[in-house]
C-alpha cells in the first residue's frame, strides 16, 4: 500500500498529480545519455502500487501498444493507489528493434542484477533496487519472439493463487500455468513478494489491434478489481487452462504453410499445416499428435528441421 510519502527513485512523488521520472541507463559511445521514462500516477487516497511494464524485449511492441493505449484511454489515472507505467523497458532494444541489450543479453536473464556486472545486470540491479520494492503488483507484458505467435495469454506459477485469482479476473483467453525461471524479472518480483502477472500476445515487431484491445482491456479489469478505478470487469467468457504443454517440431525442411487457426481445439491427426519444396515435388502433412489445443504458432516462411512450429496443450 502506498504511505505518505512515496519515494521513487530518490525523488518524492507527490499526491494527485502526474510525475514524469527517468531512469539514466547509460551513455552511448556518442555520449548521447539513454533514458527510461517512468509515468507515475498517485492518487490523493492511499491505495496498492501497480506496475505496467513492457519492452523488457526490445522488439516486443505490442505490449508497448498496450500501455500506450492505457496511457491514452487514462486508465493510469487512479482513484485510490499508484499507477506506474514503464512502456519501454529495454530502451536501447526498442531503438533498433531486437531482443536483446546492447551487450548481447537477455535482460529477462539478469535480474536481480549487480551492480558491477555487464550493462543488463548493472540495469537490472538499478530497478530491482529502486523501483521493484515499491510496488505490490506488475503486469509483464511480452509476445512470442521471433516470428513465433502467441494467443493471448496470461502466464503464472500453479501454485501462486494471488496471481491465478488476478489471472482470472484478467479473463485472457488462455491461462497458461509457467513455472518461474531463475534470473527473470518474474522470478525477482516473486522472490519480492511481489504478485505478478505475465501477459504473452502476438509476435515480435508487430502490431496487433486484437492482442493491444486483449491486454488493455484485462489490465481494466486488474485495476478496477483491486479499486484503482472506477468500471465494471468485462468477461467474454471462461479461460482455457493450460497446465501442460509441447512444442511440437518440423520433421522435414522446406516453405511452411499454415492451415489451423492459433487458439483452435484441434483433434488427433487433423492437419496443423504443409511442408514443401519449392519445386512441386515434395509435400509432407504436419498432424496435431492428439487432441490439443494450439497456442502459438511459428509463422516463419521457411522451416528447418527441428524447428518449434505449435506449441500444444497436453490434456491431463
Not at 492511499?46 to 487514462?74: F, M, S, W
Not at 488476478?166 to 504478485?195: C, E
Request: one cysteine or more; hydrophobic letters at 40%.
Amino acid at each position: 500500500m502506498s504511505n505518505n510519502p512515496f519515494t521513487l527513485l530518490g525523488k518524492e512523488i507527490p499526491e494527485g498529480k502526474r510525475t514524469i521520472l527517468e531512469i539514466e541507463v547509460a551513455k552511448l559511445h556518442t555520449r548521447t545519455t539513454v533514458k527510461v521514462p517512468v509515468i507515475i500516477e498517485r492518487s490523493k487516497e492511499p491505495g496498492p502500487v501497480v506496475l505496467l511494464l513492457a519492452g523488457v524485449h526490445g522488439d516486443e511492441v505490442n505490449g508497448v501498444g498496450i500501455i500506450r493505449e492505457i496511457l491514452n484511454q487514462k486508465l493510469n489515472k487512479p482513484k485510490k493507489g499508484t499507477i506506474i507505467c514503464i512502456p519501454v523497458f529495454n530502451i536501447f532494444g526498442y531503438l533498433i528493434q531486437t531482443r536483446e541489450f546492447p551487450d548481447g543479453r537477455d535482460l529477462n536473464r539478469m535480474f536481480p542484477g549487480s551492480l558491477n556486472g555487464s550493462l543488463a545486470s548493472q540495469f537490472a540491479f538499478q530497478f530491482t533496487k529502486e523501483i521493484a520494492p515499491f510496488v505490490d503488483y506488475v503486469i509483464d507484458f511480452h509476445t512470442g519472439g521471433d516470428q513465433r505467435e502467441n494467443i493471448a495469454q496470461i502466464r503464472c506459477a500453479e501454485g501462486d493463487k494471488k496471481g491465478l485469482e488476478l489471472a482470472k479476473v484478467f479473463n485472457p483467453p488462455m491461462i497458461v500455468y509457467s513455472s518461474y525461471i531463475s534470473k527473470s524479472l518474474r522470478d525477482t518480483m516473486n522472490k519480492l513478494g511481489k504478485t505478478i502477472l505475465l501477459f504473452e500476445g502476438g509476435k515480435s515487431k508487430e502490431l496487433n489491434a486484437n492482442i493491444i484491445s486483449e491486454g488493455v482491456n484485462g489490465t481494466k479489469n486488474v485495476l478496477i478489481y483491486l479499486g484503482l478505478i472506477d468500471g465494471e470487469i468485462t468477461v467474454k467468457g471462461d479461460p482455457i487452462f493450460i497446465k501442460n504443454a509441447k512444442w511440437l517440431r518440423a520433421t522435414y525442411s522446406g516453405m511452411f504453410k499454415i492451415t489451423v487457426k492459433n487458439g483452435a481445439r484441434v483433434k488427433k491427426k487433423e492437419i496443423l499445416g504443409v511442408i514443401q519444396d519449392p519445386f512441386g515435388e515434395f509435400k509432407k502433412r504436419v498432424y496435431a499428435p492428439f487432441d490439443c489445443y494450439v497456442f502459438c504458432i511459428n509463422k516463419t516462411a521457411i522451416v528447418n528441421k527441428g524447428d518449434a512450429l505449435f506449441h500444444l496443450s497436453v490434456d491431463e
